[in-house]
Nanobody
Framework: QVQLVESGGGLVQAGGSLRLSCAASGSIFAIRTMGWYRQAPGKQRELVAVATSSGNTNYADAVKGRFTISRDDAKDTVYLQMNSLKPEDTAVYYC?????????????????WGKGTLVTVSS
């Protein structure tokens, strides 16, 4: 079983920065894809950024140039550096891990989610 724990959310003024972290735990050998999604009040959950173990990244248009996703595979951790924050970035941010390969052959799984961390950007 894989668990994801996010940290780093909080209240920040518009134009400020925050750094989110998400640590995965469990009998993990590798995680092919890790990413961040967000859900604002009254809206559907949406992709923010993803990063693969091969080094590819993908960003939502709304955050390109402001957010940066990175991984530390030795720690099974993914980060989201958020700069130039806007009020419309206010949301619960969820960590996601997909295509997890377990230490034991044949174990692992897909589609793991953290419980989320709240980011509030004031104007």
């Amino acid at each position: 079983q894989v668990q994801l724990v996010e940290s780093g959310g909080g209240l920040v003024q518009a134009g400020g920065s925050l750094r989110l972290s998400c640590a995965a735990s469990g009998s993990i050998f590798a995680i092919r894809t890790m990413g961040w999604y967000r859900q604002a009040p009254g809206k559907q959950r949406e992709l923010v950024a993803v990063a693969t173990s091969s080094g590819n990244t993908n960003y939502a248009d709304a955050v390109k140039g402001r957010f940066t996703i990175s991984r530390d595979d030795a720690k099974d951790t993914v980060y989201l550096q958020m700069n130039s924050l806007k009020p419309e970035d206010t949301a619960v941010y969820y960590c996601h891990a997909d295509r997890v390969i377990g230490v034991v052959r044949g174990t692992g799984g897909t589609d793991y989610w953290g419980k989320g961390t709240l980011v509030t950007v004031s104007s």
